[in-house]
Nanobody, 115 residues
């Protein structure tokens, strides 16, 4: 059974930082494209950052330069370091693992950026 479990969300002030983690079980994450997506209230889910199995990394324009995706394949874990957080970063953040036509999602972790 495949599971993706996110953690690290919470309440942070504007300008602050958070580090999200996603631990994968039931798959060998090193052969999957791993990514982070987010969904704000009333909005569609959107891509935040992806880390391809071959090493290519991609960021949404809105987070480029502030967020960093990384992965530890030995721990089957992908991270999202979020710096200089803004209120508009408030959303549920979801981990995704994809390979070919197969994809898996975690249940999400809530990030709230507010003073």
């Amino acid at each position: 059974q495949v599971q993706l479990v996110e953690s690290g969300g919470g309440l942070v002030q504007p300008g602050g930082s958070l580090r999200l983690s996603c631990v994968a079980s039931g798959i060998i994450s090193s052969i999957y494209n791993m990514g982070w997506y987010r969904q704000a209230p009333g909005k569609q889910r959107e891509l935040v950052a992806t880390s391809a199995s071959g090493g290519r990394i991609n960021y949404a324009d809105s987070v480029n330069g502030r967020f960093t995706i990384s992965r530890d394949n030995y721990k089957n874990t992908v991270y999202l370091q979020m710096n200089s957080l803004k209120p508009e970063d408030t959303a549920d953040y979801y981990c995704n693992a994809a390979r070919g036509t197969v994809g898996y999602w975690g249940k999400g972790t809530l990030v709230t950026v507010s003073s």
